[in-house]
C-alpha cells in the first residue's frame, strides 16, 4: 500500500480492478484542507492515458508488475512469435495485442514486456530504432537540410517523414513515441 504522496513516474499501482502507471504526479495543498496529487495515469491493459485527483490520505493498492525482455523472432500471418530471454520459453500475440508496436518490431530485436499476474499488460519498445530506407523519392538537386520533408517507408512497413536529403538504403533514426525522424545514421 502507498499513499498518493508516494507515486512517482513508473510506479504501478491497482485501482478499480486495473492496472495502472503513474506517468506524473504534482502535489499540491490547499489551505487548510489536505494536500492533493493530480496524476497522470496509463492503463496498462488498454494503453489509455487520463488524469485523476488524489487526496494525499488515501492508500493505494501497489500493483507487483515484472518486466522481462523478449526477443522477436518472427511472424506467421498475424501471429508473431517472441522468446522470453531468461527462460527460452516462445509466447506468441496478435497484432490486436501489440498494438501499435508492430510497426516497430525487427526480428532479432529486443522489446520489454510488462506481465502483471503472468499476463502480459504492456510492450515497451525502445524510445527510439534504426531502420533502413526501403522507399522514398529521390532528392532534388538543390534540396537542403532545412528545405522541406517527404514520405519514407523503412524497414518494418512504417512510413515516416524524412528530410528530403534522405535516400534509400540510408539508416535512419525514428523515435517510436512521436513516429517522428531523428537523424541519419552512420552504418
Known sequence: MV?????RPGLTIELDG?????????????GRGDAIVRTKLKDLRTGDTFQKTFRSNESIETAHVERR????????GDTYVFMDMETYEQRELDRETLGENVRWLKEGETVQFALYEGTIVDIEVGNTVDRRVEQTDPGLRGDTAQGGDKPATIEGGAVVRVPLFVQIGDMIRVDTRSGEYVSRVDS
Request: proline share 4%; no cysteine.
Open 3 to 7: 499513499t498518493p504522496n508516494d507515486f
Open 18 to 30: 486495473r492496472v495502472l502507471q503513474v506517468l506524473s504526479a504534482d502535489h499540491h495543498k490547499q
Open 69 to 76: 525482455d523478449f526477443q522477436y523472432l518472427y511472424t506467421t
